[in-house]
């Protein structure tokens, strides 16, 4: 039985999250009916992160497996005529049997859209968060510096994993400003619930002087939830890579017009 992987593009914003949800709007509901169609039998889909409502991407990597065979040259071009336009696969290939996009991921990419600013954005109200306080580029950076490395990140975490524990491995997280839009960089072997929402979120309070330097790795070091600071908004984040030990994707979000 071929097994298949895609990449995929989506904008969150009109999607109740990735995992399929009945009665719901959701990126697994609409591949899995275009998957279906396409190839006249049921198709069920996983995924290397499970995001939230909200939430985009750029580069999702997503694995399924079906019986019948299907022209892996025209596989994304046919599935782009069923699914709807804010979905949209960007290459399809053939992967190895057995392949799993979330277990056999070895790293995640993630990226987080601020606008810094005093008035808001009409072009990107619901593509990334509107920060009005002045955020202090070289405070962040030094305040996210502890949270890099292999902690418990429990604090960080919104709902706890039903398997395995809290411990991650954290291998950058970094600022880049243009004009008044920052791009948060952040990359990992996994990610907890929510937690680069968490993380962003207590960066950003402690970069505007609403908490202080050390207010980040003082959060990490109590391993505590009620700890940590704002939790950032959905929209504003991205999924735009994830590495495997044979195949890689890592599409940045583009900024200019």
């Known amino acids: 039985m071929p097994t298949y992987r895609l990449v995929v593009e989506y904008d969150g914003s009109a999607f109740h999250g990735l995992q399929f ?18 190839f006249h039998a049921p198709i069920s889909i996983s995924a290397a992160g499970r995001t939230d409502a909200g939430v ?7 694995a399924f497996a079906a019986e019948r065979e299907f022209p892996i040259d025209r596989l994304a071009r046919a599935l782009n005529g069923t699914t709807p336009p804010d979905l949209i696969v960007r290459e399809a290939a053939l992967a190895r049997e057995g392949f799993s996009p979330r277990f056999d991921a070895r790293e995640r990419r993630y990226e987080y859209l601020i606008v810094n600013r ?7 109200r619901t593509r990334a968060w509107y920060v009005p306080r002045p955020i202090d580029d070289a405070r962040f950076t030094v305040a996210a510096a502890p949270l890099v490395g292999i902690h418990d990140f ?3 975490c919104g709902e706890a994993p039903e398997r395995g524990g809290t411990i991650r491995e954290l291998l950058e997280i970094g600022l880049e400003r243009r004009a008044d839009v920052l791009r948060v960089r952040v990359r990992g072997g996994g990610f907890l619930h929510r937690m680069v929402r968490i993380m962003v979120g207590t960066l950003v309070d402690t970069a505007t002087g609403y908490r ?3 207010f980040p790795a003082a959060a990490l070091a109590a391993r505590d939830r009620r700890a940590a600071g704002t939790t ?6 991205y999924l735009t890579g994830v590495r495997y030990d044979d195949f890689e994707t890592d599409l940045p979000v583009v900024l200019e017009p």
């Open 212 to 214: 202080p330097a050390d």
């Open 56 to 62: 985009h991407a750029t580069a999702q990597v997503v």
């Open 232 to 237: 950032a908004p959905p929209h504003g984040l």
């Open 118 to 124: 005093s008035v808001p954005s009409a072009l990107w």
């Open 21 to 38: 949800q009945p009665g719901l709007r959701t990126i697994a509901g609409e591949l899995e009916t275009a998957l279906s169609r396409i």
């Open 154 to 156: 429990v604090t960080f």
